[in-house]
């Protein structure tokens, strides 16, 4: 599941190269662009944060933003952990805390090195038990304060696990949903196959009409962490609307013309490949502060509240 919503972000990426254009400046350890800090807490923060990384060398950098500009936290926040070298280039020992006001959106993303520390699942835990009540309550330093020091004890082997709430789905169904629907578009397509050989006019419109409802629904799902009973019943309900739509206006085939056309279109084919353009970026240091040249691989968590 993993690799394939970070198969799904790269090819995101490429379509939105200009992301790094919303990207602030690493001004130090804490990136407050919404002024959600007071100036005392922000040095406290600061502070903590420089003393973890002189004791261990692990870099946690707290970002809190106004707006993701239309992006989503997790494809952001890879990607700015990775622009900005957050951790140790030999170690990957970066995390950042990112925070957006305007989408309610909450993101731990962890450096390849501390994924086996603080894995998915306490991050998950940090932001739904920790993070989230506290913003709810609007004590968001408070919140902030509390899922650094538990991400600090991760880090060392210290983090405590929390008792799950109501609001959590079963996260074997976490897992197994997502891939229902991937396995439901591949399943379409060649049924779609299937119902030209057979000349089924049935099952043409229903394979047709499963493949976008699946697509739709499987991004509604991954899309609307922290997973809950209520977003799969919502990405249910869109899977059924686009379906039934796609169903209504679908038209009767020809499939003696349509078996022309493909045979056609396969004799008169030729294929290229065109390639990708490569770049690197690195980021200097701001305001005496700077990320190590540590790497990414989309390990974390996300949530909102």
Do not use: C
């Not at 609007?138 to 709430?165: H, S």
């Not at 962490?225 to 169903?247: E, G, K, R, S, W």
């Amino acid at each position: 599941m993993k690799k394939i919503i970070l198969i799904l972000l790269f090819i995101f990426s490429f379509l939105n190269a200009d992301i790094t254009q919303y990207f602030p400046k690493l001004e130090g350890r804490v990136v407050d662009e919404a002024n959600l800090l007071s100036p005392l807490v922000k040095k406290d923060i600061d502070l903590i944060l420089k003393e973890e990384e002189e004791k261990s060398s692990n870099q946690i950098v707290v970002v809190i933003l106004n707006s993701l500009n239309g992006y989503t936290i997790e494809e952001y926040s890879y990607q700015l952990g990775r622009f900005w070298g957050i951790g140790q280039k030999d170690k990957n020992n970066g995390v950042l805390l990112v925070i957006s006001m305007a989408e309610r959106k909450i993101r731990i993303e962890v450096g390849y090195g501390l994924e086996g520390a603080l894995t998915d699942k306490i991050s998950h835990e940090i932001i739904n038990y920790t993070i989230k009540p506290n913003f709810k309550a609007n004590q968001y330093e408070l919140g902030i304060l509390k899922a650094l020091n538990e991400i600090k004890a991760a880090i060392k082997g210290e983090y405590v696990a929390k008792a799950k709430t109501g609001d959590d789905f079963n996260s074997v169904f976490n897992a197994i949903i997502p891939l229902a629907f991937f396995a439901l578009i591949f399943l379409s397509m060649i049924a779609n196959s299937i119902s030209k050989a057979l000349r089924s006019q049935f099952l043409y419109k229903v394979t047709k009409s499963s493949i976008p409802s699946s697509f739709f629904g499987f991004f509604a799902y991954v899309s609307s962490q922290p997973f809950t009973t209520y977003n799969f019943l919502v990405a249910l309900i869109i899977f059924v609307m686009v379906f039934v739509f796609n169903f209504i206006i679908s038209k009767k085939v020809d499939f003696d013309k349509l078996a022309k056309e493909n045979y056609t279109n396969s004799s008169n084919s030729s294929s290229g490949f065109g390639g990708f353009g490569s770049s690197s970026s690195s980021s200097g240091g701001f305001g005496g502060f700077s990320g190590g040249g540590g790497s990414f691989g989309g390990g974390g968590a996300s949530g909102g509240w």
